[in-house]
C-alpha cells in the first residue's frame, strides 16, 4: 500500500510538473498545496490503518524484542523531548533579555527620567522593536503593535498608554510561563512608585 501511494504520488508530481509548462504559476502553486494536502491526508489515513497491525505483530515479538522496541522508543522521545526543551530554553532566553529591555527602559521613561529626549526614547523603541520582532512571540508582537498605534493615535493620554503597557507586559509575562497580573495591579505600582519619587 505505501508502496502504491509513492508510485501515486511520483506520477501525480510528474503531471503537475508537465503542467506547470501551460499553466499559470498561481494555479499551479493552488494545484501543488491541494496535492501536497491530499498526500499528507492519504500518509495519515496509512498510518492509521497499519497501527492495529503494527501492534499485533509487537505483541507476538519475543520479550527481548518487546523490550529492545521499548527502550529504542523512549530513548527516541527522550532525545526528541530534550531537543524541543533545549529550543524552548533558548527562545526563552532571547525573550526574556528583550523584555526585560523594554521594561527597563518604560520603569527609567516614566520614573528615573521621564524628560527623555525623544531621540534616546526613538532608539531605545527601535532597538526593543528588532528584538521583539525576532524573538518575540505573536502575542507580545500584536501587543506591541497596538501599543505603538496607541502612541501615535493618543500621544498625550497617560493613562491609555499605561493601560497598553500593562497588557504588552502580561503577554511578555504569559510569554515567559509567568502567570498574569491582575488588572490595573501594573499600573499601580507603576504610578505609586512614581508618586512616592515626585
Not at 494536502?37 to 490503518?49: D, R
Not at 527481548?64 to 523512549?74: L, P
Not at 497588557?167 to 497580573?181: Q, S, T, Y
Amino acid at each position: 500500500m505505501i508502496l502504491e501511494i509513492v508510485i501515486g504520488s511520483l506520477g501525480v508530481m510528474m503531471v503537475l510538473s508537465i503542467a506547470q509548462q501551460f499553466i499559470g504559476w498561481d494555479i499551479f502553486k493552488y494545484l501543488l498545496n491541494i496535492a501536497a494536502f491530499v498526500f499528507v491526508i492519504s500518509g495519515i489515513l496509512e498510518i492509521i490503518i497499519l497501527i492495529p497491525n503494527v501492534i499485533e505483530y509487537v505483541l507476538n515479538l519475543d520479550s527481548v524484542f518487546k523490550v529492545a522496541i521499548v527502550t529504542g522508543v523512549i530513548s527516541i522521545a527522550g532525545v526528541v523531548y530534550s531537543a524541543y526543551m533545549k529550543r524552548v530554553e533558548y527562545l526563552s532566553e532571547k525573550r526574556k533579555d528583550a523584555y526585560l529591555e523594554f521594561v527597563n527602559f518604560m520603569y527609567e521613561l516614566m520614573i528615573i527620567n521621564p524628560n527623555m529626549a525623544m531621540n534616546d526614547i526613538v532608539k531605545n523603541i527601535n532597538k526593543f522593536q528588532a528584538s521583539i520582532l525576532l524573538w518575540g512571540s505573536s502575542s507580545v508582537i500584536s501587543a506591541w503593535k497596538v501599543f505603538k498605534q496607541n502612541n501615535i493615535d493618543n500621544p498625550q493620554d497617560t493613562g491609555r498608554t499605561l493601560h497598553f503597557v500593562e497588557i504588552l507586559i502580561n503577554a511578555m509575562r504569559k510569554d515567559l510561563g509567568v502567570n498574569k497580573v491582575k488588572e490595573n495591579e501594573i499600573i499601580e505600582i507603576i504610578t505609586k512608585v512614581n508618586r512616592t519619587i515626585e
